[in-house]
């Protein structure tokens, strides 16, 4: 059974960070690319951040570059979001997301920038 559990959401002042991460199963984890995306009501999931599947390449959205960065551990089917400087605009859900075959979503976890 394919599972893709995020953890590490919540409340935090702008200015502050916050680490996401996500753990995978059910899957060959090491072939597929990584990404975390972020969703507000009434809007589309925007992509975030990406990691190639071992780890060479990574993408950024140009809202979040030098402030987020994105990593991910094989051994451990883990990826990472490490989230700075986060600012009320980068409020949302986060989800976790692997792409390759097939496609897998996590179930996400809520991010609020706010003081």
């Known amino acids: 059974q394919v599972q893709l559990v995020e953890s590490g959401g919540g409340l935090v002042q702008p200015g502050g960070s916050l680490r996401l991460s996500c753990v995978a199963s059910?899957?060959?984890?090491?072939?597929?690319?990584m990404s975390w995306y972020r969703q507000v009501p009434g809007k589309e999931r925007e992509l975030i951040a990406s990691i190639s599947s071992i780890g060479g390449g990574t993408y950024y959205a140009d809202s979040v570059k030098g402030r987020f960065t994105i990593s991910r551990g094989n051994a451990r089917n883990m990826v990472y979001l490490q989230m700075n400087s986060l600012k009320p605009g980068d409020t949302g859900v986060f989800y976790c997301?692997?792409?390759?075959?097939?496609?897998?979503w996590g179930q996400g976890t809520q991010v609020t920038v706010s003081s």
């Open positions: 997301n692997a792409g390759g075959l097939q496609t897998y």
């Open positions: 059910g899957f060959t984890f090491r072939a597929y690319i």
